[in-house]
C-alpha cells in the first residue's frame, strides 16, 4: 500500500474511555499528522464508516463492554472492501489479516511502531509532514508560575480549524485570579508553540519549585497538591522526565518536612479535613502525616533512620496510586468494594483498578535513585504479593514496612470518607475488628491511641 503523505492520513478511533481516547487522539496527530474520528463504540461509527470510505486505519479495543469491538469492525471493512487497516488494543483473533495487535497495556511507543508497520511506513516518512504547531498544556501547569517564559496562547476552535490567540506574551507577569477568569469562561488548557515546549516546561519546573521553597506554613499544602497533580501527570503520560523527577522529588521532601514537624500537627490536619483539594493528594498527605506521627511510638528506629523510613513511605505514597486518577476508583480499597463497582466498569477501567499496584511498581523500576523497597511495597500496597487485585485475608508474610502503610492507608481513608462525621471511636473499631493478625494489630492500636483522652490525674 502506497500512501501520498501530503493528503491527511485519516484514523477511525474507536475508545471508551475518555483519557485513553484523548491520548490516543493527541498521539495519532501528533505523530503521523493524521486527521482523527472518533467514537466510544463500534456500533456509533458505523454510519460514519460507511459514509466516508477515506479511513486509512481504525484504531479500536477488541473489545468495549458486551461488544465485539474489533469483529464488528472488520466485518464491516471486509463486507464494504474497504481499504482500511486495523490495529486492535488486546488479544483478537480473525481470519481477515488486515489487522495487527497491541498489548491491552497501551504502550505509545508499541502502538506507534505497530501503526507503521501495519501501513508500511517509516518514521522517516512522517519528517517532512508538517506537525502541529501548538501543545496544549492544562491549566493548573500555571498555578505556581507568576511569569510567562514564552508567549502563550488559548485555542478557538473553529469551523475553518483552531486558531490560536496569543493571550500572554513572554516575559509578561500573570496571577492566580488571571487564570481564574480563564477558567470561569471554561479555558482549561494553554498552548505554547511547539519550539518552546522545553523552555516553558523548564521555567514552570523553576517557578514551581521556588514556590515550594517560598511559602510557608500551612498555606504550602495548596502549592504541593499543585506540584503533586502536575508532576504525576507527567509521569503517567510521558514517563519519567528529568523535570517529572525533580518536581516529585522536591515534593516529597517538602512534605516530609511538613509532616516531621510534630507541633504542626493540628494545623495540617485541619487543612487536609477542610478543604476542596483533590481525594488522591488529600490521602497520600494524611498517610505520610500518620505515618510520621506514630513511627516513634513503634520503637522500631530512631534518629536518622526513622527519617529514612518518613521518606522511604511518603514516597511510597505519593507513587501507589498514581494510575488511579478518579476519585471512584482511588475509593475501591477492597474486594468488596471493587465487586460493588464492577457492573458499572469498562473492561480497561477493571483492569486498570486490578493492576495499578503492579503497574506503578514497574514505572518506578526506571525512576533514578530510588530508596530500596520503595516499589515492592508499592506492588503490595493493597496487601497481594504481586499487586495484581485484592487479597481474600490480609496475610502476616509481607514486610513490616508494606503492612505499616496497608493498615495507615485504612485508617486514613476512613477518615476522609466520613466528611462531617468523622467519629474517631467508630474509626477505631472498624480497624481493631478488620486488623486481627498481630503484625497488623499493634499499628491498628497505635492509631487508635493517638485520640484517646489522656487521663486526669485524680
Ligand atoms: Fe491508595
Ligand atoms: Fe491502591
Redesign the pocket.
Known amino acids: 500500500m502506497m500512501y501520498d503523505l501530503f493528503m491527511k492520513l485519516k484514523f477511525l478511533l474507536i475508545e471508551d474511555n475518555a483519557r485513553v481516547q484523548e491520548i490516543l487522539k493527541k498521539n495519532c496527530e501528533e505523530s503521523f499528522a493524521a486527521e482523527v474520528v472518533s467514537f466510544t463504540l463500534a456500533s456509533e461509527a458505523l454510519s460514519t464508516f460507511t459514509a466516508q470510505n477515506d479511513f486509512n486505519l481504525v484504531i479500536c479495543r477488541n473489545r468495549i463492554g458486551e461488544e465485539n469491538t474489533a469483529s464488528i469492525l472488520i466485518n464491516h471493512i471486509f463486507d464494504l472492501k474497504l481499504a482500511a487497516l486495523m490495529v486492535v488494543i488486546g488479544d483478537f483473533e480473525n481470519p481477515f489479516k488486515k489487522y495487527a495487535t497491541v498489548s491491552e497495556r497501551l504502550r505509545i511507543e508499541e502502538v506507534n511502531r505497530t501503526i507503521l508497520k501495519q501501513m508500511g511506513l517509516k518514521k522517516e516518512d512522517f519528517k517532512f509532514l508538517k506537525l502541529p504547531d501548538y501543545v496544549g498544556y492544562s491549566i493548573q501547569y500555571f498555578y505556581n508560575m507568576q511569569n510567562a517564559p514564552c508567549d502563550i496562547f488559548i485555542k478557538l476552535s473553529k469551523k475553518e480549524g483552531d486558531e490560536y490567540v496569543k493571550r500572554l506574551h513572554v516575559d509578561e507577569n500573570f496571577n492566580r485570579e488571571d487564570l481564574e477568569k480563564y477558567t470561569k469562561l471554561g479555558v482549561s488548557e494553554f498552548f505554547v508553540l511547539k519550539e518552546d515546549c522545553d523552555k516553558f516546561l523548564n521555567a514552570m519546573l523553576l517557578q514551581s519549585v521556588k514556590q515550594i521553597k517560598e511559602v510557608k506554613g500551612e498555606e504550602k499544602v495548596a502549592v504541593l497538591e499543585n506540584t503533586f497533580v502536575i508532576s504525576q501527570n507527567i509521569m503517567t503520560s510521558v514517563g519519567i522526565t528529568p523535570q517529572a523527577k525533580i518536581l516529585a522529588d522536591q515534593t516529597i521532601t517538602a512534605i516530609v518536612d511538613q509532616v516531621s514537624q510534630s507541633d504542626q500537627l493540628g494545623k495540617l490536619l485541619k487543612k487536609i479535613l477542610d478543604n476542596n483539594l483533590s481525594f488522591s493528594y488529600r490521602r497520600s498527605y494524611l498517610n505520610s502525616l500518620l505515618i510520621a506521627t506514630i513511627l516513634p511510638k513503634l520503637d522500631w528506629v530512631s534518629g536518622e533512620q526513622l527519617q529514612n523510613i518518613l521518606l522511604k513511605m511518603t514516597m511510597v505514597s505519593y507513587f501507589?496510586?498514581i494510575y488511579?486518577e478518579e476519585e471512584t476508583f482511588l475509593r475501591v480499597m477492597n474486594q468488596e468494594d471493587f465487586k460493588k463497582l464492577e457492573k458499572r466498569l469498562v473492561g480497561v477501567e477493571k483492569e486498570l483498578i486490578l493492576n495499578?499496584?503492579h503497574r506503578a511498581a514497574s514505572l518506578l523500576q526506571n525512576y533514578p535513585k530510588l530508596p530500596t523497597g520503595v516499589d515492592m511495597i508499592v506492588k503490595q500496597?493493597?496487601g497481594v504479593t504481586n499487586g495484581v487485585g485484592f487479597p481474600e485475608v490480609y496475610s502476616s508474610s509481607l514486610t513490616p514496612l508494606s503492612i505499616l502503610f496497608i493498615v495507615v492507608e485504612e485508617y486514613a481513608h476512613q477518615i476522609l470518607i466520613s466528611d462531617e462525621n468523622l467519629d474517631l471511636d467508630k474509626i477505631n473499631d472498624h480497624m481493631l475488628k478488620k486488623f486481627s493478625l498481630p503484625s497488623y494489630r499493634k499499628i491498628a492500636e497505635v492509631l487508635a491511641s493517638l485520640s484517646k483522652k489522656p487521663k486526669k490525674s485524680p
Do not use: M, R
Open positions: 501507589h496510586d488511579l495499578h499496584a500496597h493493597h
